[in-house]
């Protein structure tokens, strides 16, 4: 008995040990996505391009679901990039924000 206790516990803890890689990939991945969003958001304000466009959104969460090959179901799949999307608009729109500042900033000197 006690032999399977530590054979459980050292499975504990390798799969925490994963689980935490994983989350140190994940974050990575998400610096890596919204540079790319920051980048785009100021290329879009440049063109004079709407921040939201809900046509990409819906193409971004249908390309999510169909690269989704479980365990979570689809719906939470979804749930998880339509925040990822919320935080990226956000750090576009404050992006934006600050620059538009900047701008009036110079432009009252």
């Known amino acids: 008995m006690g032999d399977l206790r530590i054979s459980s516990d050292a499975r504990i803890a390798e799969l925490r040990a994963q689980i935490d890689d994983i989350d140190r990939r994940l974050v990575d991945l998400l610096t890596a996505r919204a540079r790319c969003a920051l980048e785009l958001g100021h290329l879009k304000e440049a063109q004079g391009i709407p921040l939201?466009?809900?046509?990409?959104?819906?193409?971004?969460?249908?390309?999510?679901?169909?690269?989704?090959?479980?365990?979570?179901?689809?719906?939470?799949?979804?749930?998880?990039?339509?925040?990822?999307?919320?935080?990226?608009?956000?750090?576009?729109?404050?992006?934006?924000?600050?620059?538009?500042?900047?701008?009036?900033?110079?432009?009252?000197?």
């Open 52 to 109: 939201h466009q809900p046509g990409r959104e819906a193409e971004v969460l249908a390309n999510v679901r169909q690269a989704n090959g479980g365990p979570l179901d689809d719906d939470a799949v979804v749930r998880l990039f339509e925040r990822i999307i919320d935080e990226a608009r956000r750090l576009e729109r404050e992006a934006n924000s600050r620059h538009v500042a900047r701008r009036r900033t110079i432009e009252s000197s």
